[in-house]
């Protein structure tokens, strides 16, 4: 039976713990998200743009067919959950980033909530 040393043990669990968290640490809520609400007959295709500098989320929403740009207030990200706060038209877009980084699925909240699903482009 061989014997592990406990700096041995420490470097594995460290090296276990990295590959673990590896796949999450990698993605991020950074780039170019296309989608669109739809509701009453209408649809609305949006893109949204987000961007990490100095450990904040900042960025923007285009609304393409009301050729309009929408500033982000403020983000949240907790839980595995984003949360885009747009003030200026009392709106919130609540997702999950999917495991493999490439859909942002959740609710957008603007006097009624409507499913959404983004798609990293």
């Known amino acids: 039976m061989k014997i592990v040393s406990t700096s041995q043990r420490i470097a594995l669990a460290l090296a276990a713990a990295l590959l673990a968290a590896g796949p999450a640490m990698a ?14 007959g209408q649809t609305l295709r949006l893109e949204l ?11 923007e929403l285009n609304s393409l067919d009301q050729d309009t740009t929408i500033p982000i207030t403020a983000v949240k990200t907790e839980g595995g959950e984003l949360s885009v706060l747009f003030l200026p038209i009392n ?29 990293r482009k």
């Open 27 to 40: 993605q991020t809520y950074d780039g170019d998200w296309a989608g669109a609400l739809s509701a009453g």
């Open 49 to 59: 743009h987000l961007k990490t500098a100095g450990g904040a989320i900042t960025g």
């Open 91 to 119: 709106a919130e877009l609540k997702a999950k980033l999917s495991p493999d980084g490439k859909t942002l699925t959740g609710t957008w909240n603007q006097g009624a909530t409507l499913q959404l699903t983004l798609t």
